[in-house]
């Protein structure tokens, strides 16, 4: 996903994106690692524009993807649909502006700096994603998850596990009720 700048400031470009999880690196190692199962590859179109001084990338990423349920480890699907906007400051890092008084810096308006002749999109369309996958999956509302003592799923059926015993100084707040 690189972009020439010299290009770019002639007209917009247009960027349609099919590619599988193990095009992105961050995304391959979550894969190896078996935390998320890509079911389909990662599709999308971008468009990036040159405004002034800034590079503005707009456009849509979805995915199906497969993670366990936090509670009961079962498989969870969920669509992914990732809107991007991303905006890009060719100005140096620590450059600032003649009257001196401003305060703000590229971070803290959301401006991610480039500089060079190309522009790669691939890290920051990456980070989209990841931050997009659900942090708790579960498989249902209503999950049991699993038996602290022997791992049976609850939601398939109970187990002859004896309850937990509580401390004596926490019985009283057994029967609490707010």
Known sequence: MLIQIDKLKRRPRQIDVAEEATGFPVLS?????????????????????????????????????????????????????????????NRAEGETPPDDELELQADDLGLIPFSGDELDLLPDVEQEIVMALPPQPLCKASCLGLCHSCGCNLNKGSCNCEAPILHPGLAALKNFKV
């Open 29 to 89: 190692e979550l894969v190896a690692a078996e935390t998320v199962t890509f079911n389909e590859p990662i599709k999308g179109s971008l468009e990036a524009i040159w405004v002034g001084d800034f590079i503005k990338v707009t456009g849509n990423m979805a995915t199906l993807v497969s993670t366990p349920c936090c509670r009961c480890l079962a498989s969870v699907s969920t669509r992914l649909d990732v809107p991007i906007l991303l905006t890009y400051t």
